[in-house]
Each structure stands twice: as C-alpha cells, then as structure tokens.
C-alpha cells in the first residue's frame, strides 16, 4: 500500500487513540476481527497464511457479511468509539489497510457531544447523532482522508460502514476541549494535552512527534516520546509548547525514562505571556529553569520560584536527545479560566458534560 501525502488535519492529535484513552464500546458484529484494533496506536499490520478458527487473520476490524433479512432489507455494520480526549473534530481517517476482497464499499460517519456523565451504549443507541462525514465511497488497502467542519465539542464517534468488510484504523484527529470545571481552583499540568496544551513549534522531529512528551500516562517505550536526530552542528533542540491556558508554572517535571543512550545531557525551561510579548523575540522570554543536568532513563522534578503568568514555554535539550513526558504542574490564572470558560461555553452551547449542583448549563467563572 502506497501511502498518500498526510492530510493537513494530521496535525491535529488523534483524539480516538487507544494511548490517549479511546476505546471502541460497542459494535454490531465483530466476527472475523474485534473492534478494539481500530483505535490502536501502531500502523495496522499483516502476515499472509495466518489462518485462525475464524479465517484469515487481520490487525483491523471486521464484520460478517450480510444477508438480505426477510424483508429484503441489507441494513449496515456500525461501531461506537469513545473519545479519549473529548474535542473539536477536524479530520477523520479510515483506513482499510489490507482488506482488499472484504473492505466495505462505503462508509460515513456520525458524532455525539454527551451531556450527561458517561453515558451506556444503551443511551448512546437513542442519543441525537450528528452527520460529520456522509457516505463516501471506500477503496481496498487504502487511507481515506475527510476534513471535518463542525464547531462543537464531541465525546463519541460512531463508524458506518456499508454493507459490511473491514477496517484496519479509524483515526479521529482534533483539538482537545476539557472540561473547565474540572480544572478551576486545581493544581494542574498545564502542559497535558488532554488539558489543551500542545507543542506548536520544535527545532527537530525526527524519530517522533513533541506532542508526545504531552501524552497522559508513562510512556512504556522510546517510541512513545519525542526524541531527535543527533545533532552535529552547534546549537541545541527545543520544543515550544502553548499552555492549556495562562497561568503560572510551579513545579517542572522532565521523564527520560526508556532514553537510556538518547537523553539529553541537560534541560532548560524559560517562559513568556504571549498576549503582551512576542515569542519570536528571542529577549522576550524570561528564565524559568536555568541548564539543568538529567539522567538517562529517569524522572526529574524541580519546584520552579514564584513566576510571572505566562502562556507559552520553552524548553532546550542540550545539545539534543530526547524526552518520554513533560510535566509542567501550576495553577490557572483568572485569566486563563475565564478563557477555558468561554471556549467550552461556544462549544457546547453552555451545556455541561458532567452536570452539577442545582442548575448545570453554562460555565461560569469565579
């Protein structure tokens, strides 16, 4: 399979990845492969001649094929994806990887913003689904990419796929949208991108992605975090990162851990307030963390002295290297509490997914 250029909306995280915590809840049939190896995290593979008691073996999803019942009707296979980072979707991918005499014709796709706590799949089934990708038609062994435009913030996805046949991922790529609430008055990683934080800039991505030092969790191998190409001319990488929302760093916690010949030999943060200064102005920036040494395979916290707000941080590996998990551990300002307030405000129409107290709805601040 030859795989196409990545859509701009790649960019994005997927919001559907099992590492991120998604999980496909419910399908209408899953007899030849499960459901759960749609939102798995590596590229789907194959191996031909691996015959198990249900036939050919495949790192996807597949499905029965279906017969007319008795009134003729052929009806359609469908799967419910929770998202484990709730947010705006920008881009679906399906990609029917291998599947090439058994992939479905066609294929659309609907999403849900959950008002209520978690709901079952039971609620889900009579829940008001909204059409974000309309039946399109699918090739064999093949990566479909649909831009999505809908300025809500959703909880679950469900995959239409038409009659039947398989699917090796589905990716739901979009810009993660917390619940404000959760968060107001907390102690926080405003670096966590299930916060809303993300690397918007980095000066190497060679072996993986920054955003991946965002991810929740450890990381269980090198893979899982950022790390870059050895650098042979002077200088050092680095990684911005734009905050969740203002506020102010306490505390800096820099995980090397599985980096044990790649970890940088020393980490440095500085900061900046990117509504009164800016980020490309080297003198911009004021010192957060000075050039700290660290140690392969590692975790290490440093408290950080009472700080200005600030927006977005930088940090320097020197000279190059890598690390699992970024954690950057402070507290919102009213500023950036008001702007998590009304960002989930227009988003959901100031309707709770977690309703609270005598009268839920919209977000206020304190």
């Known amino acids: ?68 019942d008795a009134d003729g009707r052929l009806g359609h296979d469908w799967a419910i994806v929770r998202l484990g980072l709730p947010g705006v979707i920008r881009g679906i ?33 009579g829940a008001d689904w909204t059409e974000i990708v309309p039946l399109s038609p ?15 913030r959703f909880t679950h996805v469900r995959l239409n796929i038409h009659p039947d046949g398989g699917v090796a991922r589905l990716r739901v790529h979009g810009e993660p949208v917390p619940d404000p609430r959760l968060l107001d008055g907390l102690t926080i990683d405003l670096a966590a991108l299930e916060n809303g934080a993300r690397v918007v800039e980095c000066s190497d991505m ?11 969790g450890t990381a269980r191998n090198q893979s899982e975090g950022w790390e870059t190409a050895r650098r042979r001319g002077p200088g050092n990488d680095w990684a911005i990162v734009r905050l969740a929302a203002p506020g102010v760093i306490r505390l800096a916690e820099f995980d090397t851990a599985h980096l044990k010949f790649n970890a940088p030999a020393e980490v440095a943060l500085a900061g900046i307030d990117a509504r009164t200064g800016d980020p490309g102005d080297p003198g911009a920036w004021h010192e957060l963390l000075g050039r700290t040494r660290v140690q392969p395979d590692g975790c290490h916290r440093f408290r950080l002295a009472a700080g200005r707000e600030v927006t977005h941080v930088r940090l320097d590996v020197h000279p190059d ?28 129409g100031g309707r709770g997914e977690r309703e609270r107290g005598p009268s839920p709805g919209a977000v206020t601040t304190r």
């Open 1 to 68: 399979m030859t795989e196409p250029p990545a859509p701009p909306f790649a960019s994005h995280p997927d919001l559907a990845l099992r590492t991120l915590g998604g999980s496909v809840i419910a399908a209408s049939d899953e007899s030849f492969e499960e459901k759960e190896n749609l939102v798995n995290p590596w590229p789907p593979a194959f191996s031909p001649g691996t015959f198990g008691a249900r036939g050919q073996e495949y790192d996807g999803w597949e499905t029965a094929r279906r017969r007319p």
């Open 206 to 216: 060679f072996y993986s992605s920054p955003d991946h030092m965002l991810f929740p």
């Open 321 to 348: 290297g890598g690390l699992s998990r970024l954690r950057l551990l402070g507290d919102l300002s009213p500023a950036g509490t008001r702007l998590l307030a009304d960002r989930w405000n227009a988003l959901t």
């Open 93 to 125: 991918v399906v990609d029917t990887a291998w599947f090439t005499g058994n992939f479905p014709p066609y294929a659309s796709v609907e999403a849900y913003g959950a008002d209520g706590a978690y709901p079952s799949v039971a609620e889900l089934a």
């Open 138 to 152: 699918l090739k064999g062994d093949a990566v479909h990419a649909f831009p999505v435009d809908a300025a809500r």
